[in-house]
């Protein structure tokens, strides 16, 4: 059974640091590329940062660069994303994602085939 589980959202206030994590189990996770996405009410899911199989390749969304740092444990089956600095703008329910293939960039919702349930990230200022 395909699983990916979201932990690490909170509530926190403007300029703190969050550490989100996803464990992933039931497929060969090692294989696939990885992204988190991000989606607030009424808007698009949002690629927010992506992570190649091997954990060479990265890419992050203009507004989190120097920010928010993605990184994956083959090992122990964990995609994390290290978000600091954070801002009130990244307030959203936090996604991670399972790609077979190199996905497109900026990512698309459509080139990930398993998804986690989300975690929420408030940020107040």
């Known amino acids: 059974q395909v699983q990916l589980v979201e932990s690490g959202g909170a509530s926190v206030q403007s300029g703190r640091s969050l550490r989100l994590s996803c464990a992933v189990s039931g497929f060969a996770a090692n294989t696939y590329c990885m992204g988190w996405f991000r989606q607030t009410p009424g808007k698009e899911r949002e690629g927010v940062a992506g992570?190649?199989?091997?954990?060479?390749?990265?890419w992050y969304t203009d507004s989190v660069k120097g920010r928010f740092t993605i990184s994956r444990d083959n090992a122990k089956n964990t995609l994390n994303l290290q978000m600091d600095s954070l801002k009130s703008e990244d307030t959203a329910m936090y996604y991670c994602?399972?790609?077979?293939?190199?996905?497109?960039?900026?990512?698309?919702?459509?080139?990930?085939?398993?998804w986690g349930q989300g975690t929420q990230v408030i940020v107040s200022t």
């Open positions: 992570i190649s199989s091997d954990g060479r390749g990265t």
């Open positions: 994602a399972a790609a077979p293939s190199i996905f497109r960039l900026p990512p698309r919702p459509n080139d990930f085939t398993y």
